[in-house]
């Protein structure tokens, strides 16, 4: 999924909702998640400027997989530059950030399942 660093976060909710129809999954100070009611993959970040250069938020594309453990593990075994450790984060995903060969930054990422 795309990560976008907008100058202004409600112009660009307002394009992506308003334009493309697309609808919030996240929204928290300085990031929105958006995605289409009825293409369940199509799915955009949108980060403040100032948020996207925070060392949470500093990914240039996010890509969710079935087992971010294994991804890491194997990421580790080849010796790629993770940028960001392997991590719980609050909102429900557990994650890591890997270094692409071109340098982009890559939040690999998968949801955790809900404990009760």
Do not use: C, K
């Amino acid at each position: 999924m795309p990560v976008v660093r907008a100058a202004d976060l409600e112009a660009s909710r307002d394009f992506y909702a308003d334009f493309l129809g697309l609808e919030a999954g996240m929204d928290d100070p300085g990031f929105l998640m958006l995605h289409s009611s009825t293409v369940p993959t199509t799915q955009i970040i949108v980060v403040t400027r100032d948020a996207a250069d925070s060392a949470v938020l500093m990914a240039d594309v996010s890509v969710e997989v079935s087992d971010v453990e294994q991804r890491h593990a194997e990421a580790l075994a080849l010796g790629l530059e993770i940028v960001y450790p392997l991590t719980d984060e609050p909102w429900g995903i557990r994650r890591f950030f890997v270094r692409d060969p071109d340098g982009l930054v890559i939040n690999v990422a998968s949801h955790r399942a809900t404990v009760h």
